[in-house]
């Protein structure tokens, strides 16, 4: 047998082993590629970026390149384990690890932070500078309201943030650009979007860490004592759905309008706005459970009342029956599907916090009596982010 087939043999065998069979960087399975400069079986995406860090990685694919013996060597002696406790040794709890699905920067810039700048190796103190702790960030700016495309210069804060609603997510689609960020938070009693980017991939993610930073040390004093495996989900909130139905007025004889729609599971609440990219919300309804009154189900197209759309679905609530319709029945299934599965969830300490606010959540507005109460935390901080023009 030559020795490059009974090398490939060994590496198939190696990348089975439990601690290699997912990519080390995104957790992807099946992993087809290795770094020989760092011991690492990762999948074809991730290698993509290993492949830019010549200085620290080298890539080859298992099964289609040849590997000399001293390589084989080095991946059987070193593999995903070996490099996890080197590379990952000091991962602070905040700090996202992105997954398979994530988008482009984030997997990119875990992999650069991982390996090219060594930040969670334990050796290197400046991480703790670039996100710092709640404390840090309380005298830390944000700055919103940023003309289009434009760097900010003036010291004095455009927007107070309150970090006790406040989420940051990346919408590269949305926003039409790779390192597109999306945060909302709460002015008075309305949900507000801000969307912005980066061209630098590593400022836009510290930024992303940072808001995690910061909603972990609020967090922890809020909720205690809750542990991280309950925090982390909080840290940050992606939408279960988002995207366009026709709604019509709590009458139901108005006419239908499309409308942009974002369903929140963590906090139990679907926002409409009338485009994607809208700075205010234009209305929020809480959804609680069928023992609440809460309850989805297909509407028969007959009753749907001047709609151009023609899939519809009601949702019961106990002041009000919505109606929307979708465009498209798969649309309409997968709206129904996310509302159940909402409603099938059960009310959670952080969705009422005494029995007189109980009673408040069962109509519309509930949230806001939590968001009326006093942040800990004011989040400022200060940056050259651009904004995209909403
Ligand atoms: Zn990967």
Not at 93 to 121: G, M, N, S
Not at 189 to 210: C, K, M, P, S
Not at 223 to 238: F, G, I, Q, W
Not at 346 to 375: D, I
Request: with cysteine; charged share 25%; proline share 4%.
């Amino acid at each position: 047998m030559a020795s490059w087939d009974r090398n490939t043999i060994i590496l198939l065998d190696l990348v089975k082993q439990p601690e290699n069979a997912r990519c080390a960087d995104c957790g992807a399975p099946d992993p087809d590629w290795a770094s020989y400069k760092l011991g690492v079986f990762v999948c074809l995406n991730c290698s993509g970026t290993h492949r830019d860090l010549t200085d620290v990685s080298r890539v080859k694919s298992i099964r289609l390149d040849n590997w000399e013996d001293d390589l084989v060597e080095f991946m059987r002696r070193n593999g995903n384990a070996v490099a996890k406790a080197q590379y990952e040794k000091s991962v602070p709890a905040f700090y996202y690890r992105p997954q398979q699905h994530d988008c482009v920067v984030l997997r990119d810039q875990w992999i650069r932070a991982k390996y090219a700048r060594q930040e969670f190796t334990g050796k290197n103190g400046h991480l703790q500078k670039a996100y710092s702790s709640g404390k840090a960030c309380e005298k830390s700016t944000i700055l919103s309201n940023v003309p289009a495309c434009q760097t900010y210069t003036s010291k004095v804060a455009k927007a107070i943030i309150s970090v006790r609603n406040m989420n940051a997510v990346f919408q590269p689609e949305k926003v039409g650009h790779q390192n597109g960020l999306q945060i909302t938070y709460m002015t008075e009693d309305r949900t507000r979007n801000l969307f912005v980017y980066h061209e630098n991939g590593q400022e836009i993610v510290n930024w992303f860490n940072a808001v995690r930073a910061v909603r972990y040390a609020y967090l922890r004093k809020a909720l205690a004592p809750a542990n991280d495996s309950e925090l982390m989900p909080l840290l940050t909130t992606r939408s279960l759905k988002e995207g366009y139905m026709e709604k019509t007025g709590p009458m139901q004889w108005e006419p239908f309008k499309r409308r942009w729609f974002v369903l929140c599971s963590v906090d139990r609440k679907l926002l409409y706005f009338k485009t994607p990219m809208d700075a205010l919300e234009l209305g929020a309804v809480f959804i609680g459970t069928e023992a609440h009154g809460f309850s989805v189900r297909e509407t028969p197209t007959r009753g749907s009342r001047g709609s151009r759309w023609r899939y519809g679905l009601t949702m019961e609530t106990p002041d009000r029956n919505f109606i929307f319709m979708c465009e498209q029945e798969l649309e309409q299934r997968d709206w129904i599907k996310a509302f159940q599965q909402v409603i099938a969830q059960p009310l959670l300490p952080q969705h009422y916090s005494s029995k007189e606010e109980r009673r408040e959540e069962l109509s519309f507005m509930a949230w806001t009596v939590h968001c009326a109460q006093r942040p800990f935390f004011l989040f400022l901080v200060e940056a050259n982010m651009k904004r995209k023009k909403s």
